[in-house]
């Protein structure tokens, strides 16, 4: 079984254009406080679009089993494609316009569960089990590029534009993934899959002391982005610092520098070997945030907190679903992403309200020990069989 097929291609400029459409959304946060939103707003606004990604995990792995991986995949992007066109009609302040704002992001959230959960168990189907961690680590590089992507893209079409650019760009990006992912053939499991469903229910499997602990390792993963995704771009405003992506690009390209290097690395050792570094690298630049007083010093933390994501998120992936039968990957990605998402939403709120009530240092700082206690559940694994 080949690594670098076709479908893989198609499947890795898919899931690039689609994250691309999500990234972009990190610049959100600038829509609320333009249209007089608050820390506390921008919270709840980014925090409802990771709870409604977080929660609909069970009802996304049960979609998968019913309607199969393809079909699922297309329904979550044509969401993607529709809901940045729906904010153009929005007018006013985000105070008038709280309730239908809220909605908008819930639904997005739901057709980015779907898209997130499915593009992983399509790829991991295609992936041979012995290449693990370097397939998912060389396609997450896909992910990883456009979380730098879609902001980098998107940055000069609302200085230029508005967010009218900004949202008519976000649907031309999710729309080329819609397009990518038809042209891959069927897995022909996965129509027998349809036929005779799962036996094995999400919250059987996420009472599993695996799926305990990879879940719970990305829950805190989870809440560490959110801090990143949510906060560093009106962080950078605040102080003043030009061109707020550049820190996405730095955390792309250290992200794809480590996925290139170290894959083959990691199933060669396995992924325990990599979490507790990986888990290392995102707490001390999460602690490093508070202390940047220029640009240069928060593209440093970009660069660190890639290199930690760039080791965590394949690792943690590969630990979801190695030796996971078919019928259950839909489910074990479910709870993978499931547990990023639901920090996220942990995050954005928590989060939140600790920059309202002390400011963006003890924001921060928080982020890193809640990411840095993830090495603590590390440490009640399963030690086998899921080691190499």
Sequence with gaps: MKLYTPAFFLLFFAHLALVSSFAAFFLFPLYITQNGGSKFDIGILMGVFAMASAFSRPAVSALIDKIGRKHSYSLGALVMVLIPLLHLPVCGSVADNYWLLIGLRLIHGFGQAICFTVIYVLIGDRIPARRLNEGLGMFSIAGIVGVALGPLLTEPLIARFGFTGFFLATTAMAAAALAL??????????????KRGSEVS???????????????????????????????????????????????????????????????????????????????LLSISLFMVPLANGKAMLVLVGFIFG?????????????????????????????????????????????????????????FLAAAIITLAALLL???RPKNPYEI
């Design 181 to 194: 992912q038809l042209l891959v053939a069927q897995h022909k499991a996965d129509e027998q899959q349809q």
């Design 307 to 363: 290199a930690g994501h760039g080791l965590l998120f394949p690792a943690l992936n590969a630990m979801a679903v190695r030796n996971e039968p078919y019928e259950r990957r839909g489910k074990a990605v479910g709870i993978f992403t499931g547990g990023i998402d639901s920090g996220n939403f942990i995050g954005a709120i928590l989060l939140g309200i600790i920059g309202e009530a002390a400011g963006f240092p003890a924001l």
């Design 202 to 280: 999400f919250f059987s499997l996420l009472k599993t002391r695996k799926f305990i602990v990879c879940g719970g390792i990305a829950l805190l993963f989870g809440i560490g982005l959110a801090a990143t995704s949510d906060f560093i771009a009106p962080f950078a405003e605040a102080r003043g610092f030009a061109f707020i992506s550049s820190y996405y690009l730095a955390y792309s390209c250290a992200a794809v520098v480590v996925r290139l290097a170290s894959g083959r690395l990691a199933d060669r050792i396995g992924e325990n070997a990599i979490i507790p570094w990986a888990i290392g």
């Design 378 to 380: 590390f440490r009640s």
